[in-house]
């Protein structure tokens, strides 16, 4: 049928403006994610504590990863990961599904099937030989814990150089490393020792990357690097954090000097000829500095790494007095870890992610790009992508100060392993779907047996009821239009289960040590599932029913209540002035100067 209106037809122009924001979009995780890792002596209760934001749009789904028992001869497939330089159809898998492999996991059944649509299957990029048996772990883009309460964290840095993927030469990346790491290993030694020598066997590609291993008793700090596009083999270092202190990574490599023979440390044997005979360092140099001679700096601007580092340590040591301005990419300002004034717990760790720099120079509540509702987001690639008008791309330049919660992360999570509890009940997830400002953290115990299928539901394509990341996500976009009112009540609705979650986590652990003690682990390990599931459920039916609150309160830009309906709730002065609201029609005169 004719209406009569003319069809939009996308010039060519547009059409790569809308491919550049599209490449923007899904290139997010190469400038993505903020992890943090704290030794037992800082910690309120001797926990060792590791976070991590996964802050690139993606695959959202935290899925259960079961234990295996693998027949002799048996080959474990190695697959491409998105996060390591977008996704490449040739590997399986979409964009908003990493893995595609029933074998793998359950939560990875996606594939199509006769008679039903699902998604390609992932192709490895090689295999190694598997163990007799593998454990049990929760997985993302990253693994994050195992069954014997070993944790990573894990942020990506700008290395010197980037390798792609090749199929018998470059095979693994820091996401199926993590995840071979949880599948064999108990400690963060037995860890960073088997990835290093993964890297050195089997080769690496990819981006840079910061991994935070951690166990019961200590955690280190391990960095990864490509140096030869080529070549196959990677080079990696790794540093232990001491027991008193506070560590922070936020895209950018955080290890500094190498130092020999050094207890703390752990490097590959061609660090040093690595470096030499690319022409990055000599002996004569002094000490081979990590971060400067593997490293390339920040992402994308100035402080989008360091402002970062600068925040977290502010928090958690405001006696430092720490500048918040540097002299470059390379400073020293920033020790590698830090004593923090007090010590941390679960609340302090996830309240850095949460920070958008709310009460210093760079608050992004205030100032007109907040507008007149105190929106913390700044939406990235704007100027560089749309047009000032038809095949004319802006000439605008400059940059948002890039803050530890951002809109489009996917999921973040602190993780506590606790030496003085078994392994199932002292390892716990609390996880956050989507950011960290709007989410609600839920605890998930390493003993689990498996985990709530909202957290292993999502499609980053599809609004999906029965999905958790939906549910916030849809939430924290409808509190873009109202901000500084909207946060007041899903901040209210978060504390409330949050402060029962914290409530209930000695009660239900007492229950299922009991019964682990008296030799009934299934039933210790049944009741954490179902815990989980239950809380899960709460949460979801909440975060759903919050959002139709949000869209009947603030209806139409009014206040809606029981008290009153379209009570208005007009801008506030400073904005109004400063968008021409003074030179509006207050007169039939034509103003001066229009």
């Not at 840079?208 to 280190?220: I, S, Y």
Request: one cysteine or more.
């Amino acid at each position: 049928m004719n209406t009569g209106k003319r069809s939009f037809q996308p010039s060519a122009a547009w059409r790569v403006g809308l491919a550049l924001v599209l490449a923007l979009a899904l290139a997010a995780p190469a400038l993505a994610c903020t992890t943090i890792l704290v030794g037992k002596k800082a910690t309120a209760d001797g926990s060792v504590m590791v976070s991590h934001s996964d802050d690139g749009l993606g695959d959202s789904r935290l899925v259960y990863v079961p234990a295996k028992d693998h027949k002799p001869g048996s080959m474990r497939p190695v697959y491409y990961s998105n996060c390591a330089l977008d996704f490449k159809p040739q590997w399986g898998g979409t964009e908003s599904h990493r893995i595609v492999d029933a074998d793998r996991a359950p939560g990875y059944a996606t594939a199509a099937q006769p008679g039903r649509h699902g998604d390609p299957k992932s192709v490895p990029l090689g295999y190694i030989p598997q163990v007799a048996h593998t454990y049990a772990y929760f997985d993302a883009n990253y693994g994050i814990m195992n069954e014997h309460q070993l944790s990573i964290g894990e942020c990506t840095d700008r290395a010197k150089v980037d390798a792609e993927p090749e199929p018998g030469k470059r095979i693994f990346y820091s996401a199926e490393l993590s995840r071979v790491a949880l599948e064999r290993c108990k400690t963060a030694r037995e860890a960073i020792k088997l990835m290093g020598e993964l890297i050195e066997k089997y080769g690496y590609y990819g981006t840079g990357e910061t991994l935070l291993v951690a166990d019961a008793n200590e955690g280190w700090v391990m960095e990864m690097c490509a140096f030869d596009e080529n070549g196959t083999a990677g080079v990696w270092v790794a540093q232990r954090v001491p027991d008193d202190a506070f560590f922070v990574a936020a895209n950018q490599f955080r290890i500094r000097d190498v130092r020999r023979g050094a207890s703390d440390m752990m490097y590959s044997a061609n660090i040093f000829d690595a470096a030499q005979k690319k022409g990055w360092w000599k002996p004569a140099d002094g000490p081979l500095d990590w971060t400067k001679v593997y490293g390339g700096g920040e992402f994308h601007h100035p402080y989008y790494s360091l402002r970062r580092v600068w925040r977290a340590q502010s928090l958690a040591a405001p006696s430092l007095k720490l500048s918040p301005w540097v002299e470059d990419a390379y400073t020293r300002a920033y020790a590698f870890a830090i004593k923090p004034d007090q010590k941390l717990d679960v609340k302090d760790i996830f309240t850095i992610h949460r920070d958008n720099y709310e009460g210093t120079e760079f608050d992004l509540t205030k100032g007109l790009a907040a507008g007149p509702f105190g929106d913390p987001d700044r939406f990235e690639g704007g100027a560089e992508s749309m047009s000032v008008k038809e095949g004319e791309l802006s000439p605008v330049k400059g940059e948002f100060e890039r803050p530890l919660n951002i809109y489009r992360c996917v999921y973040a999570y602190v993780n506590q392993s606790r030496s003085w509890l078994p392994a199932a009940i002292g390892g716990v997830t609390w996880f956050g779907p989507d950011r960290p400002a709007t989410a609600v953290l839920m605890p998930l115990h390493a003993g689990v047996l498996d985990l709530p299928r909202p957290l292993q539901t999502s499609d980053l394509l599809k609004l999906d009821r029965g999905s958790m990341w939906s549910a916030f996500n849809y939430v924290a976009n409808q509190a873009q239009l109202k901000y500084s009112y909207m946060i007041k009540d899903i901040r209210a609705l978060r504390d409330k289960h949050e402060a029962r979650f914290f409530g209930l986590q000695g009660q239900v652990e007492q229950r299922a040590l009991e019964l682990w003690k008296k030799g009934d682990t299934q039933a210790a390990q049944a009741l954490l599932t179902i815990h989980a599931d239950m809380l899960a459920a709460d949460v979801l039916a909440d975060w759903w029913a919050l959002s139709e609150q949000l869209y009947i309160r603030y209806n139409d830009g009014y206040l809606n209540t029981r008290e009153g309906m379209a009570q208005p709730v007009f801008y506030p002065t400073w904005w109004l002035k400063q968008v021409g609201y003074e030179q509006g029609p207050l007169t039939y005169k034509k103003p001066a100067g229009r």
